[in-house]
């Protein structure tokens, strides 16, 4: 890594590409492949290497969450990484990351339900963490506020608002989360509580 910066700054920009994309094959650190995604991104401005780079680093910071010893994690580490997470995805929300599918296999619902959260309030949700939350929403939790997303101007300004494919994965998406929120508010009405986070 630092030689590739080196060989950037002596202008061998070819060479510091190569080496870098080197550091990136080699290393499983998250933090080498948030830093060579930084410097594509930033530097280059060659957003597609870049969004690779950031979601091999997305990855490694989901394996270290969802791994056993996750519970061993302090909680400012935790907080870090969850923080690092939510700016990883708010750079490339529409990248089609195994993330999500992975936190929802290993069961990490209050992970989720934090990332749904942050995401949210960071105007960084994307089509794939949408999707999810929608399918998964009885265990995540806020259907009230994903049905509201689902719906509004998320919905109507996204770049893909005129794919038909699309359309019709969300249309699904919004029918399902409308359904449990029908039958949620069904359940409260006759007084049978609510089993939703």
């Known amino acids: 890594m630092q030689l590739a910066s080196y060989m950037v700054r002596m202008n061998w920009k070819e060479t510091g590409r190569q080496m870098l994309k080197y550091a990136g ?14 410097y594509f991104h930033n530097v280059e401005e060659d957003i597609e290497t870049g969004a690779f780079y950031f979601e091999a680093s997305a990855n490694g910071i989901v394996d270290v969450l969802v791994a056993k010893k996750t519970r061993a994690l302090a909680q400012k580490k935790y907080e870090e990484l969850m923080e690092k997470l939510v700016n990883i995805m708010g750079l490339v929300p529409e990248r089609p990351t195994g993330v999500f599918d992975r936190m929802s296999e290993a069961k990490q619902w209050h992970m989720l339900n934090g990332l749904m959260r942050d ?15 929608a399918r998964y929403v009885k265990e995540i939790g806020f259907s009230d506020l994903c049905l509201e997303i689902l719906e509004g101007s998320w919905f109507t300004g996204h770049q893909m608002h005129a794919d038909e494919a699309w359309n019709e994965m969300i249309t699904n998406a919004r029918n399902h989360v409308a359904e449990f929120v029908d039958n949620k508010q069904k359940k409260k009405s006759r007084g049978e509580g609510s089993s939703e986070l």
């Open 119 to 133: 995401l949210s309030d960071n105007r960084a949700l994307g089509t794939p963490s949408l999707l999810t939350w």
């Open 25 to 38: 094959t080699v290393s499983k650190d998250y933090n080498v492949h948030y830093s060579i995604g930084e």
